[in-house]
């Protein structure tokens, strides 16, 4: 356990007040800049601390820390957020502060726009879409091609061109203390850049208007949709601290399904693939979600990456991913999991280790209803390995991959082919967590 002062010391860090002040600049979007003491230690130029976690390895994580004036931020807007973020290509330092909650839905004078503004001109409609692929008459062993497909797909790369936010390397994204900061409807697109700090945002309602219909997507086909609210793509070095995700304030429950299956809106909540590397996700709120995070996107996605350590999150209202695991070397420790029934989510496991994931769970704490079994809180595909000691159930130490394995005949492996190093703020005990991370979480707790 690491000595009680450096906790101290990591949470006083991470709530010292702002001492800059804020200067108006310029015209049209209407981007502010802050003039900074670079000496000052405040929430927008913290980085991560030594040894936290996986995204503390090599030369660290430290964002926008060396950002200039003329390269921080302050955004209420998407057109305001566009501007701060400049061109992905550019790899200045940045700091942008997001003041209040940015609907990503909007145009660049801030009206809101709609599924049907997005669909417009497309020759896009649903009814239409829905007669074309109907599995009576389309069959079910082909992906929908030919004329509604397209529309669909151009609707949703219109849609895209406004909810997709692409975040340049050596970034720092914060929400403003006391401003409900967050982004609605949109989603942080992290993809191959290195060095991204994301803090203090609440991600609500990312939504696609447009899910694909893939009949071959297992034995009665799916509707697939875009849009995680902050996604890596062959990232490194990104810290995701005291964020919160969540569906609202349209429910799963609401969606109405289409060919027997359920029309789904939602895709991720923070999804780390295709090759992302050296990942912390920290003192996060993760509630009402269904596949909340995928950790390596294909069975064959990069050996060798993928290291990613997630800790002190809370997951309440989580049906599955939490996280879903491939290939890579992660280490989960200090969660708390509350696996009730919330809001029409009812979970279908936690951790799932597969595709040779070697996973380190650690002091971890479930709150598991009564009825509910310990062996559906781990899932595997017979190749994937957790290992860890310390997890509780409702108070109890209880061995997890014992309880799977004796339920299940793929089995979940024990053993690992490494140790975790980078453990910043690792408690052996899981004792106290759900009351310590109850107010500790999410956005709007750093001040």
């Not at 609907?103 to 997005?118: E, F, P």
């Not at 069959?139 to 895209?160: C, H, I, M, N, V």
């Not at 650690?362 to 994937?384: I, M, Q």
């Amino acid at each position: 356990m690491a000595a009680p002062s450096h906790r101290r010391s990591l949470r006083r860090r991470r709530t010292l007040a702002v001492s800059a002040a804020v200067v108006a600049a310029g015209t049209g979007a209407g981007v502010f800049v802050m003039n900074a003491n670079a000496d000052a230690v405040d929430l927008y130029h913290q980085t991560l601390a030594a040894k936290d976690g996986w995204a503390a390895s090599g030369a660290g994580t430290t964002g926008g820390a060396k950002a200039d004036s003329a390269h921080t931020f302050t955004v209420s807007t998407r057109a305001q957020l566009v501007q701060a973020l400049g061109p992905a290509s550019d790899t200045t330092p940045r700091i942008i502060k997001v003041k209040g909650t940015i609907d990503a839905n909007t145009d660049d004078s801030g009206k809101k726009l709609t599924c049907a503004d997005y669909a417009s001109g497309t020759g896009y409609s649903l009814s239409a879409y829905l007669k074309a692929y109907a599995p009576a008459t389309y069959g079910r062993s082909r992906l929908p091609s030919g004329t509604q497909e397209k529309a669909r797909a151009a609707a949703q790369a219109e849609q895209a061109k406004n909810v997709v936010f692409k975040v340049p390397a050596n970034t720092t994204i914060v929400g403003v203390p006391g401003s409900n900061a967050g982004i609605t409807g949109g989603m942080l697109q992290i993809q191959n850049v290195d060095n991204v700090i994301v803090r203090n945002l609440a991600f609500s309602a990312t939504e696609d208007c447009f899910p694909q219909w893939d009949p071959t997507d297992g034995d009665d086909g799916n509707w697939n949709s875009n849009y995680d609210s902050v996604t890596l793509r062959g990232a490194t070095h990104v810290w995701a601290d005291h964020n919160t995700f969540t569906d609202a304030p349209h429910f799963d429950k609401a969606n109405p399904k289409y060919f027997g299956r359920e029309y789904q809106i939602h895709d991720g909540a923070l999804d780390i693939t295709k090759g992302s590397d050296l990942v912390t996700v920290e003192h996060n709120r993760f509630t009402d979600h269904d596949k909340t995070m995928l950790i390596g996107s294909s069975d064959t996605d990069s050996t060798g990456r993928l290291r990613v350590s997630i800790h002190h999150n809370v997951w309440k209202g989580i049906v599955q991913r939490a996280p879903l695991t491939r290939i890579g070397q992660v280490h989960i420790y200090n969660n708390v999991y509350d696996t009730t029934t919330l809001d029409g989510y009812a979970p279908l496991y936690s951790i799932n280790s597969r595709a040779k994931a070697q996973v380190v769970a650690e002091a971890n704490y479930w709150t598991v209803p009564a009825g509910g079994k310990v062996a559906k809180l781990l899932s595997g595909d017979g190749t994937g390995s957790v290992a860890g000691s310390g997890n509780l159930v409702n108070g109890t130490v209880t061995d997890l991959v014992a309880a799977y394995n004796a339920a299940n005949s793929k089995k979940i492996r024990t053993t690992v082919n490494w140790t975790p190093a980078l453990t910043a703020g690792l408690e052996t005990s899981a004792k106290n967590l759900p009351a310590e991370l109850a107010n500790t979480t999410g956005a709007g707790v750093l001040k």
